[in-house]
């Protein structure tokens, strides 16, 4: 006798479906439990900091020595570059390490160009001599040739027009006398120094000019004196600016004699002198042409 079941609901169709299907291989039940994580990308490495154009400013005007410029830029930079959030501190300090070299050149620069120089026109004779206006002595060597160094130039006259506060009066050796210098004391005799004063302070006598004899021996008195007197007139017109024949004014000279030519003295002095104030003249011949 057969039976009837009673009618069933219909199974959803899926269900249905997964019945159907074989049953799953050993391994697959776990690759049907897997779900794909979230990929994400490595980290990379961290950004290079911007170059701080402040210090890089600093460094080019470091360059041609601006200092002014360069310097206050500089410590600026080092400021903004110190949480090294900016590259760039390194340019800042070069820039200090250049505005300091230009500054030792400058220095070093400045020190040659303050150096002395010392004209040898202005040099001490070879030692302190015994110098006469106009020698009486009689000497009878024989008969030798002076020369005389060339004439100098004409147009160029050396020595210090008085200018300024009065110069204070100085004793000094009559080698040390240069041309312009005006001095008293000249009548004094067997005395290797004379006062130097200020031209506008009373003065007997002022310097035209200075040269030195040569000559192995001591040509004699009249051969100096020839010399010197040939040679001082010609000073005297270069530096009063007009002939001694035609010049209210007068020239001398001093000479070495035998004796302070034994120890090399060579030293011919020429002066000029106002024959009206001969120990009270107040005003520098120099080109008065009179």
Not at 5 to 14: C, K, R, S, V, Y
Not at 208 to 230: C, E, H, I, M, Q
Request: charged share 20%; net charge positive; glycine share 6%.
């Amino acid at each position: 006798m057969s039976s009837v079941l009673p009618n069933q609901p219909d199974e959803p169709a899926d269900r249905q479906a997964a019945q159907a299907l074989p049953p799953p291989l050993p391994g697959q039940a776990e690759a049907a439990d897997w779900t794909p994580r979230d990929w994400r990308p490595p980290p990379s490495a961290p950004a290079k900091p911007p170059l701080d154009k402040v210090s890089l400013i600093a460094l080019i005007a470091a360059i041609p020595s601006l200092g002014l410029v360069s310097i206050p830029l500089g410590i600026w930079g080092v400021i903004r570059t110190k949480n090294k959030q900016r590259r760039g501190r390194i340019l800042a300090v070069i820039s200090f390490v250049l505005i300091g070299l230009w500054a030792v050149i400058g220095t070093l620069v400045g020190m040659t160009g303050r150096l002395p120089v010392t004209s040898s026109t202005d040099q001490a004779a070879a030692a302190p001599s015994s110098i006469v206006a106009q020698t009486t002595a009689t000497v009878s060597p024989a008969p030798a040739t002076v020369s005389p160094t060339p004439s100098p130039s004409k147009t160029k006259i050396p020595g210090r027009q008085p200018h300024g506060p009065l110069r204070k009066a100085k004793k000094v050796y009559w080698d040390q006398l240069t041309t312009g210098d005006c001095f008293k004391g000249w009548t004094e005799k067997g005395s290797y120094t004379i006062t130097r004063v200020d031209c506008r302070s009373p003065h007997e006598e002022e310097v035209t000019g200075k040269f030195n004899l040569s000559a192995s021996r001591y040509p004699g008195d009249n051969a100096v004196d020839k010399a010197g007197d040939a040679r001082c007139k010609k000073y005297f017109t270069r530096y009063v600016g007009i002939d001694w024949d035609s010049s209210a004014y007068n020239y001398d000279y001093a000479t070495p004699d035998s004796d302070s030519w034994r120890y090399g003295d060579r030293l011919v002095i020429c002066v000029a002198d106002d024959p009206n104030h001969p120990e009270g003249n107040r005003i520098s011949l120099r080109k008065v042409k009179q």
